[in-house]
């Protein structure tokens, strides 16, 4: 369906869910009643309970964003990953509200909906961007693979019987070596995430850093690490050993030979996130994770 008005917003919703179901279909209203057009794919409206004025997408394309002003997206963490992709492929700005569990990549929670909603029909949010990682798989000196991530690009074990074993590797320069289930290379935005689960540092989403966090390690030597946002990090696989997996933010896979090595390097392109507000992070990571903080007296004058 073409439509004619004059700002649209696309929306992308995790339509597995009732509770995706019921947002939708409120913000689709919300939107609509302000004279803000909605674009969705196909397959998902069938899932949606639409007005006709929603214009209908076939394809699963960076071009579906075409003319769109921001990307809502609504859903857990899986759906805005998914929306991540759009957002870094299209240059649209993305807004998540969160119907999952944590959500850190998520801007509104599901009590949201109407200030959603508000904000963007009076434009009233900022965009920033996040760092995201370009990885490339080499083997036999030949590149074999190309990818990126907005949260983690990991390297990890193809089977539960055996560890894997890998050289880490930081601008050129050999670190260490041991056997382990695997290694997250981690931006701030997935320090949170996968990076978080594997026992690395917590990182502010505006520090520009590179994280490098082995999992379950045998090694006296096998801590988090974290760098400049211009290395190189490298996990090279020894070819003595059966393959391993490249996992991209939980989503994209790819078989490792024995032998290959994963280099990655601050992304040329970032993932534009929509902001509604200007809470701190601090807040946000009390919130998320339910932290103690009785007892606090505020900060001295």
């Not at 004619?4 to 409120?26: D, K, Q």
């Not at 949201?112 to 990682?133: F, H, K, P």
């Not at 988090?224 to 003595?240: F, G, I």
């Not at 030979?257 to 509604?276: D, T």
Request: some cysteine; proline content about 7%; overall charge negative.
């Amino acid at each position: 369906m073409t439509q004619n008005l004059a700002r649209t917003v696309f929306l992308l919703a995790h339509t597995g869910r009732p509770a995706a179901i019921r947002s939708a279909e409120l913000v689709v209203k919300g939107l609509l009643r302000h004279g803000i057009g909605v674009r969705v794919l196909e397959e998902e409206a069938r899932d949606l309970p639409l007005p006709d004025e929603v214009g209908l997408v076939k394809e699963a394309t960076p071009q579906c964003l075409d003319g769109c002003e921001l990307l809502i997206v609504l859903g857990g963490d899986g759906t805005l990953l998914r929306g991540a992709e759009f957002a870094r492929a299209s240059g649209v700005p993305m807004l998540g509200v969160n119907l999952g569990r944590v959500g850190f990549l998520a801007e509104a929670e599901r009590d949201d909906l109407d200030r959603v909603v508000d904000r963007v029909v009076a434009r009233s949010y900022e965009v920033e961007e996040r760092m995201t990682v370009d990885v490339v798989v080499h083997r036999n000196g030949d590149i074999v693979h190309t990818d990126w991530a907005l949260n983690e690009a990991a390297v990890q074990k193809a089977g539960a019987e055996k560890l894997l074993e890998v050289v880490l590797e930081i601008d050129g320069r050999p670190v260490t070596g041991f056997g382990c289930d695997g290694v997250v290379l981690s931006t701030p935005t997935g320090s949170t995430a996968y990076a978080f689960s594997a026992g690395g540092p917590v990182v502010w989403p505006e520090v520009e850093a590179l994280l490098m966090v082995p999992i379950s390690a045998h090694a006296l030597f096998a801590k988090p690490l974290v760098t400049s946002p211009d290395s190189v990090l490298a996990v090279e696989v020894l070819p003595h050993i059966p393959p391993g997996v490249l996992w991209c933010d939980g989503r994209r896979t790819v078989e490792l030979p024995p032998g290959a090595r994963v280099e990655v390097r601050r992304g040329a392109v970032p993932v534009r996130l929509a902001r509604l507000h200007h809470s701190s992070f601090t807040d946000r990571i009390v919130a998320k994770f339910a932290l103690p903080t009785t007892g606090w007296r505020g900060a001295p004058h």
